[in-house]
Each structure stands twice: as C-alpha cells, then as structure tokens.
C-alpha cells in the first residue's frame, strides 16, 4: 500500500498528467468560451450563405474561400433549397487599421450555422475557427454542434518578416498572410529595410531600391496591403532608422555619419553600427520625401522607425557631429563623452515631427525609450520585458517581442510560457491597457524565401494563442497537440513549412534513399540563438541555405515526442532504491515503441555512412549520426535493464552519462536534438 | 567446371547485365557525341559570359538563368578579370516555330567553357546540357572536362497538357515548361477545349470562356507564349472539334448536332459522342470567328483542331444531317446508312479551308486520316503505330503519341521501348522524313493542378530521350539511374512531382506518423490504362483527387528497385534442380538489403491499422496494406531457404505462388506494385 501511494504521487508528479485537458479539440487559438453539442451537421453539398449586413465584397469574398477549404463550395448551379444556411450577421464593415472590434459568435447545429459579430472582422475570426471545426468522415464533410463566444486578450497580434535580409517574393509573404489569418494573427510587421537591402520601390528616391536589386514594386505592395486587408490583417511597414542603414547610404552617401563610405549593400551580418549623420537637415529632408511617400502608400496609423542597435561609434568619431552634440548640450556630465541616447532621442523628435506630419503613429525597437520621448509613441520590447513594463509606466504604448523570436530556434513552448501580462506583473490597471499586445519576429538571416516558412510555422501558432486565448490558457501538451493539426491546416494552404525541408533533404540524398538522412535530420535542431554565427563558418548574405542545418526542424517533434514517452514512463518501486521495478502495464508498450525508435537510431549510422561520406556538403554531419546510434545504444541498454525489471548499476549509470556528455557535441551548426531525453532515460532509477 | 559455365550462362542471361554502359553521366537525353576529359573546371567565383552573335535579350536571359542555378551568377559587382570565360557563339537567333537548328557544341575545359551553334536555339539546348554537368564538391561546382556534339533526332518532340479536364494554372504550365526545356522537349501541345471546359478568353465569343468558370485570360495566354519562347519550346493550341464540344454546346447551343441541350460544360467522364452540326453554315461562321482571334494570338504554324472520337451518333441520329449526307451523297454502299468518315472530311474540309486562311497548317488525331485529306495536315497518332504509317505513306507529316501517354500510368521503360522509327520500319526513306517525332500526352481526367506534375516527371524525360537521343540509345537500366538524377534535378527547378505526394501522405496521414503510410503508398501504384474509372467508384470532374492513389506513384521506384535486387542475385547452382544451391558472394549483401526491406514491409501492417481503422478514407486501403504483410512473409520464407543454401519444397513454392495470386487484388484504384517481384523471388529455384 505504501507503494501503491508512492506510485500515485510519482504519477501526479509527472508533467503532462497534473492538469485535466478541456475539450479544446483542434481550435487554436482555444476560443473564449466552446460549449461542445453532441449532434452533428452534415452538409450534403453546399452550404448557402445569407449576408445581414452591409454588403462588403471582401467578406463575402472570405466567405467563399472558408466554403472552398470545406469543400462546401459546389458550383452554384446546384444551390437548391435542400443546401443548409451558412447565416452571416455583422453590425458594419470593419477595419483592422481602426483597430475595430474581432469579436464574434459562432453556433453550429444539425440545421445550419450561424455567425453573429459587430464588424466584418470578427466574421474573418469566426470563419477562422470554423475552418478548424470540420471532422473527416470519408468524402464527407461533417461538423460538431459547438457554440463559440470569442474575443481577443490583445488587440496587437503580429508577425514580423525581414524581406530585408533576405528578399521574401509576394508569394512568400501571401502564404504567409494565409497562415497568419488562420490563427486570427492580424499584424504583418514587415521589415523592409536593412543594411542589406532596401526592399521598397521609391519613385521619390529611386537609387534606395536600385542599390538593393531585389525589392517590391509599389504595385506588389499594393497587391499585398489588399490581401492583408481582405484577411483583416493591418501592415505595419519598418523602416529601420537611424542605425541599420548601410543600404540606404550605398544609395545616398550624404546620409553618412561615418567616413566609410559603402558602394554596395552590406555583404556581411556582422552589426555595422552605422548610423545617418543626425546633425545635417539634408538627412531630415531626405527622411521627409521618403516618409511623405511611404506613408501615403502604407494605410496603417502606425510606421515603425526603427531605431535599434546605434551603439554612437560613429557619431563619436565625427567631429562635426560632436561639435553640434556640444553645441546641444548632449555631452554625458564628463562635457566630454557622447551622450549617445540624447542624441538619438533628438533624431527620433526630428523624425517624429515628420511621421505627425503625415498622421502617423511612430513605433520603435526600446531603445528609443527614455527621457523625452513623448507619449505618442508606441515601443516594441525586444530586449526584455524591463522595456515593455517601464513604456508602460512612462505612458507609452508597447509590444511585446522578447520571448517570441522565432530565428532563436527555441521551442514553441517557450514562447508560449511567455505571458505579457502575467497575473503577477507590476503595472496598474491604466498601465495594463497601455500593454497592447505582441509580435512574432522572424529575423531572416538563416532563412531565404525557400525555408522560411519552416522557421515561422508551426511555432508562430503558439504565439497567436499566447496573444488571442485567456492567460489561463496554458496547457503546454494541449498546445502541442493542437499545433500539429494547425501545421496540416497550413499545409492545406499551401504552406512550404514541410515540403521545403524535405526537398533539401531529398537534395542532400542524391541518388540515395532519402530515408536514412531523413532519420538523422529530425533529430537534430539549428544550434540556438545566434550562436550560428560562431561555429567556425562566416555566414554571408549569399552563402546558399541548403545544408543539413536548414533541412532540421527549429524544434524537433520526434525528439519531443521521444521525451514524452520517457516522462510518460510509470514505473511501481519500492521505496528502497536496491528493490525491484515494475514498468506499469500500458507502460510497456511505450517501451516497445522507444525500443524500436532507439533500435533505428542505432542501426542509422551504419546505412548512412556511404552517404556522408560521398558527400562533401554532408560529411560534417559524420559526428552527429555517429552520436545518435551511440546514444540510443546506451539508451538500449538502460531500456533492457527497465524490461528485465533491474535497476542499473551505479557505475554503468555515471559511465554512461559521461559519454551521453562527450556526445553533446554541435557540428554543422546543429546540435543532437534528442540527447537529453536520452539522457533522462539513461538516468531514471 | 559444368556448374560454373551454367553460372556464367545466368550471369549473362540476366537483364541488366548483357550491355556494357556507355559514360553518360547525368546527362538526359544522351547526346549525339561526349568525350569525357580527365581534367575539371574549377570555377572560383562566377562565369564571365561572352557572346559572339546578334544581340538578342532571350539568350542573354537564358545564360543568366543557366550560371544562377549553377551558382555561378554571383552579382556582378566583382566580375574581376580573374573569372572563367562563358564563351557563346551563334550564328543567328533561332526560333521554334520555324523549326530552326538546335545543334550545337558544348567544350568544357580547365580554362573556360565554349559553345558554338547556328542558331540561339543550340544555344538553350546546350546551356540544359550544361546544367546537368556539374559535380557537387562541397560548397564548390566542379564541371567535368567534356566535349559534346549534338543535335536532336527528331524535330518535333512535345508534351500534351490537359487544361480543359482539369484546369492548370499559369504557374503550373509555367514549371513544366522549365522541365521540358530541361530535357530539351520542344512543343507543348496545350489542350485547351473539351466537353468539360473552354479554357481560354475570347473576346469575340465570350460565352465560351464564361460557361467554363477556369480559363486563361489573353494576357496570361501570351505571357506563357513569352515563357515558351525564352525556353526555345513551341506552344502548339488544341480546339478539339466536331467532337468533345459540351463546353462549347452549353455556350453556343446553335452549335449542336442532338436534341440534348447541356446548359452547363460536361460533369462527367463518361465519352459523350457529341459533335457540331456539320451541316450548318452558323457552324463554320462561328469557327472562322473564334479561329480567325486564336490563330492571331498564337504565333505556332501548326494549328490543332483534334478530330477524335466522334462515333457520329448524333449525326446519325438528325433526319436533316442524313438528308445532307444524302444529297452529298455520304452514304454507305448500302445506300442507306452514314459514311460517318466522309461526313467528318467534309467538316474537316472546311476548318482546313479557315486555317489556310489563316495561313496555319492543321493537325488532328488519326480519325480524321482518309480518303480527301489534303497531304498539308498533320497526324498524330494516338491510337496506334499504324497511324503514325498510313499518315506517312499518304504523305502527310505525322507525330507519334500511342506509346506515350503519360495517363495510362506504364512504366518509363514502357514508353522508352517506344520508337517512333524502329530498324525494321515499313517505310521507304523519304517517308521516314515525314515521321516529325512525338509527344507525350498527359490527359488529366485524374490529374488537377496539385498532382499534374507527379503523373509527368519523371517519366516524361524518357520519351524526351527516345525523340532525342540516337535509335541505339537504349540501355534501360542506365535510363532509370539518369531518370532518378533528372528528377532531383527538376526538384530544384520547382517542380511538384515529389513535394504534392509527400504532402498528400502527410494529410492523409493526420496525425499519425507518416512513415508507415508513405512504407505503404510507396509501392502502390494507380491501376493502369484507364481502369480506374470502372473501379466501383465514378469520378466526375469535381471529385476531389485527394486520396492514397493520388499519392501513389505512377511508377513505383521501391518496387522497381525491389525487382532489380531479385534480378541482381547470383546463384551457383548443379543443373541437378535438387542439388545445393549458393548465393554468389555480392549477393549475400543484396540478400541482407532484401531482407531487411521485406521485413519492414511485413511489419508495416500492424503499424498502420490503427490510422486506416479511424480514417474512413483510408479503410478502403487495409486490405492492400495485409497483403504487403503477408506477401512480404512468403518473400522472407524463401529468403530463408536461399540464406539456407536450400531449394524451396515444390509444394511450398506451389502454395506460396498461389497465395500470392490471391493477393493480387485492386483497392481504392490502386495496385500492390512489388507483387511480381516478390512472386519471381519466390519462383526462384
């Protein structure tokens, strides 16, 4: 009995099996409130939509591609009266730069469905989530009676893409766009311009794209703000100021603070640390014809200047500018040293007397916080959340980022544990409302327009929820759960999430089964945060994404999955650590599947070895298969021990792990996703 | 002594191993002449091209194009004096429709790369030859020292795309193209009309278009015209008329021969019989009008106007058409019954009247080959070889199509035993002049946008070499191995044809693990011909292709590559059928690589029961998944008695082949592709 007790506390111990799951099935965002009926609606063709509402192309447009995606879009010749009712009432036509309403109900019964909400947003929300409801049942089509009631925690729910550093088509951004509206993400933050690249047409300053080679027309900008737009989804355009400009001074060399002068883009990610010469009007002017012209063709009250990343060396270094600083009153108390943020802060009124101009609402990186900065702008915190809470104090609007950068390569999880307003935050209830909301970043430095949506996509997902679902929406097996059925959802829309990476391995595999590497590159993630930068190779702007490290998953599901099957592992034990082991029955068919998994492994090297050998681009990878069939060995051995109901020996445990530790080795920029759940195994007594 | 000239009597006996391998590389098709060098280009940064001819921006772009994928086009900013010379000669620019040369030289040495052809034409097809050159050596290109002569064997050499049954995007069309200019096809034969759609703007006869819903606009038609061009391919307009017209009849419904009048384009399979009224003048005046607008958009001299399968039903069946035919006297002998033939050469007649005017040659499938047929028409066969020779006995131009099409889902090797002029042709030399080549043809009844690109490559580029390449080249095994590298090649090109499967398996898959599905999908293959319309389930043009035999290949590779292993195994045995029996040393591995994939085979079922028990789309498949169990179980039997040194007991063997025919059994459309390989393994004595 004292076992039996032990047994029942090591159970609730384990995570994943402390919380009871509600019945979220597929939706995510997990919606507001969901009462599950037990009837089905079962459309026999089409469904006929019924508008009650201003008429609005765009929403019954939206409407028609939720119905193809069902497949309840039969041709309308046959619309007869037998077809159920798809009823859409909304209250006005709403837009997403307004920041109207996303509210919506969604009621689904055997006799039809109905969407009730005060603007055409919260329509696109609702045929968001109805998207996600359907159940297959052979060639048909089958529906859950359910009634949704659904609002957003955050009105400000982005993704940041950097067609910056590496070019993204409109192709690239339109999926993505796709992606982002199925999980009711309404902010394209696009990063338009970089020291790389420069990636907006400026019929005012044409050298500014023509310098960059590659850049959208404003025709293509145009054709992406009516996409977003249609999808409820403002576009919040950066132009990256006054550090980060090495492209624009390539175009327009008077910009300059520095005497480098710069002929092309930027070949390197090295940070350049140049900045505009903040002093000269001719910098405000070209600002003011450039801002003139971007803000007329971006509709959204908010610009985003930037503003990251000038740490003043070349400020510093120029006389002139520290002649005007001086002049200024800008020198630190020594009346000598540069006080770098005064400066800025100069700059950034300078530019914010033009945005005001033009009507527009500037946001920047937090570095432009501080002293002087007026309350109208809006402060997006990448740093941590030490900027979000102190704009909030001081009375500016702010964003969150830190926690949500996808090209860490961290876990969904992650970001999903990262909360803007966790219950125990620091700000009132004023400063709270200043909290608006949060974005995504994907910084596209290790990722072209091939793989990027492998690098946003899944993950993004759970930042969406994070942003849109209740904070006490926070099942981290749930979400995974859902995550998986989401990433098939975007596949559905054409999301390359999954295809790009298994074409690069099929690439990578020549004339050989792509199988055995396919083995290899699911266990294996990038080496996190920006160590890439720093493992023996000098990534450039046109160094070719196509090895092995872009082929492996930002976060590995089969590495996961294997580290659940460890945690799900329920083992009956005496007290006494000498005394013998039982694996509880429905355990032992998780230890025959991990056998198996571990068996693969193991035998993997072996099968792959003609191959790394054979190819250059692969060979480096040699170490990382020799270290996963030797990890699952030792894995093996521990499991044997498990299934013959013995406790390891003390010495094999220690011996063991030392060399799961010698294995923990990166090599082409990747890192052996699975060695701690290995590890975990290997220590369980 | 006895027994090892047996032995070698086997060895030599066995496919595959009685020809020696000419040095192709990965060059598909093979060229007319290649010497290999021993020496390599090391190109450091990019290639300098030079060109030698009258400017012409296509060619330019083409270069361009080439030294991208090569990555050898790294911006141009550092072309120093130190890069390798691209060297392009050309005597005149070429163009497709006027059948001008595409002969060319292509020499590759350590210290630059020349090409040397008559026309820009050579020029494209040696720059697709250079492509398939380079070697991987890490992050570096090497090209092999090479000389290259070549010019095609046939002029005409072309791929049908079906847009009418299917609707095919522009995008669509467009990366076919780049694989048909790849492996140097010439003309696509794109099938605009059909009883199920008109998928082309008229601006004239706009009811056309309409009625269809999917159709190209004018502009999209003439950007893919661009697109051939640049590509140096041919794009050859099908309006298939009196036949196949529903889409016309529903639009025009003046046009139609019968009583039924179709309100909307066809949705259905079945053959219609439908055909004009050839009787009419309306008739001839509204194709004199739609003509007179497409011959103007499309440059091609040829014009095709189809002609098949019309059985004259309807003709028959119109008291005022049988008066006609009467009075023309179209009657048979018996004075009382149609000639259907003589009526349809009227009709003919009278297109081939509006085409010259026109100033287009016609083509049309076999039927409309007779008695009246002016020699200026052109005829492609489709029904058999004896068309393709009547047409050139009667002098007329001919192309072969029976053979080669892609729908019917036969092996590559199938369509690549198919020559157009085999050493025992019936015709005298100047006939053989009139044979122009062939086409493969990829009718998409089940084939849309998604999977179009999976049911043509790669098997489409064996018919590219038999039109190419010399009558001699003709190793088949060698032309799978090219196949395999040119379909890795299209890959990188964009093409789909690996990507939509994977991505197919993947949904059907949900959220089980894909492995098992693709272990299963990976050996099936969709029945052949056209089998799958009488497989218990009538399609219609809107039935979703979204199912396990969409995903399955055309033609299996796992199963192929199976059968090759049973072929390859070498046993030493006494003529005495009851002696002992030895695997010869290399096939010990085959047999271990054999038994390994039967194991995974017979293992798979077990696995996938529980994803084809809870998903009702997949239920249909369970019983081909137990017979891959249980045939690969009779595999290893035999594999055992084989490792054993042991002849299989004749009754076992009995039992076994019986079981096996038992097994082979269609499910869900599809076939179990590796039956006969493991029913010759079994046969083994």
Redesign the interface.
């Known amino acids: 009995m004292r076992s039996f007790l032990l047994l029942l506390v090591i159970l609730l111990a384990r995570p994943g099996f402390s919380q009871p799951t509600a019945d979220t099935r597929n939706l995510l965002p997990v919606p507001t409130t969901v009462r599950w009926g037990t009837a089905t609606l079962k459309p026999k063709t089409a469904l006929r939509p019924l508008f009650q509402g201003p008429p609005d192309s765009l929403t019954a447009a939206a409407v028609t591609r939720t119905l193809a995606r069902l ?1 309840l879009n ?2 309308a ?1 046959n619309q007869s009266a037998a077809s159920l009712p798809l009823q859409i009432n909304y209250g006005k036509v709403g837009r997403a730069e307004l920041f109207d309403e996303e509210r919506y109900s969604l009621r689904v019964t055997p006799s039809g469905i109905t969407i009730d909400a005060p603007t055409s947003l919260g329509v696109l929300r609702a045929l968001a989530t109805l998207e996600q409801l359907p159940q ?4 048909n089509v089958l529906l859950p009676e359910v009634d949704i009631q659904d609002q957003p925690r955050f009105a400000w729910r982005g993704l940041l893409m950097d067609a910056a550093r590496h070019f993204m088509p409109v192709s690239v951004i339109k999926r993505n766009l796709d992606a982002m509206a199925a999980v009711k993400l309404n902010v394209l933050h696009w990063h338009l311009s970089d020291d790389q690249g420069f990636r907006v047409e400026s019929k005012t300053l044409p050298r500014l794209h023509e310098v960059s ?1 590659q850049y959208y027309t404003q025709d293509e900008v145009r054709e992406v703000l009516r996409y977003a737009a249609a999808r409820g989804i403002r576009v919040l355009p950066e132009f990256d100021v006054p550090g980060h400009t090495i492209a624009w001074q390539a175009a327009y060399p008077i910009l300059a603070s520095g005497d480098t002068l710069y002929k ?1 883009v930027y070949q390197s990610w090295r940070l350049a640390n140049v900045a505009f010469d903040p002093t000269k009007e001719t910098t405000y002017q070209l600002l003011d014809t450039l801002f003139g012209e971007m803000t007329a063709l971006f509709p959204d009250p908010y610009f985003h200047i930037g503003g990251d990343e000038n740490d003043g060396r070349q400020w510093r270094g120029n006389p002139r500018i520290m002649a005007f600083a001086k002049a200024k009153k800008m020198l630190k108390s020594d009346g000598r040293t540069l006080d770098k943020h005064a400066l800025q802060t100069y700059f950034n009124r300078r530019v914010l007397t033009i945005l005001t101009k033009y009507h527009k609402q500037m946001v920047g990186w937090d570095e432009i916080l501080g002293p002087g900065l007026p309350k109208s702008a809006a402060i997006q915190s990448w740093r941590g959340k030490k900027g979000l809470y102190d704009a909030a104090k001081a009375g500016n609007p702010t964003i969150l980022s830190n926690g949500y950068y996808l090209d860490l390569n961290l876990s969904a999880a992650n970001a999903y544990g990262t909360d803007p307003l966790p219950a125990d935050n620091p700000l009132t209830p004023a400063q709270q409302k200043l909290i608006l909301g949060g974005e995504a970043a994907m910084w596209s430095e290790f990722a072209d327009s091939v793989i990027v949506d492998s690098r946003i996509w899944p993950r993004a997902a759970a930042v969406a929820e994070r942003l849109w679902s209740a904070r006490d929406v926070n099942n981290t097996a749930d979400m995974y ?1 859902r995550l ?2 989401v990433s ?1 959802q975007l ?2 829309l054409g999301l390359q999430h ?2 790009a990476p ?2 690069l391995l ?2 990578l595999a ?2 050989t089964d792509v199988g055995t590497l396919r083995t290899l590159a699911q266990v294996l993630e990038p080496v996190k945060e920006y160590k890439r930068h720093f493992q023996g190779f000098t990534y450039t702007p ?1 160094t ?1 994404l196509n090895r092995l490290v872009d082929a492996a998953p930002a976060e590995s599901d089969v590495a996961r999955d294997f580290n659940c099957m460890v945690d799900s592992l329920r083992i009956y034990t005496n007290s006494d650590s000498y005394g013998p082991i039982f694996l509880v029955a429905d355990s032992r068919r998780t230890a025959l599947a991990m056998r198996q998994q571990l068996q693969t492994w193991q035998a993997n090297h072996s099968k792959l070895i003609p191959r790394l050998g054979s ?3 692969l060979t480096e990878y040699a170490p990382l298969s020799a270290a996963l069939s030797a990890a699952a060995a030792l894995g093996l051995e521990r499991l044997a021990l498990l299934e013959k109901q013995q406790q390891p020996d003390t010495e094999w445990q220690a011996s063991a792990l030392k060399q799961l530790d010698a294995l923990n080795k990166p090599a082409g920029q990747t890192e052996l996703a699975v060695l701690p759940a290995i590890r975990r195994l290997v220590e369980l007594r």
């Open positions: 497949g039969v041709p010749r297959a049942a052979g060639r080679g092309t759960r998986a059925a098939r596949e559905g999954r295809n298994e074409q099929r690439q020549g004339p046109s070719p190819s250059p681009t």
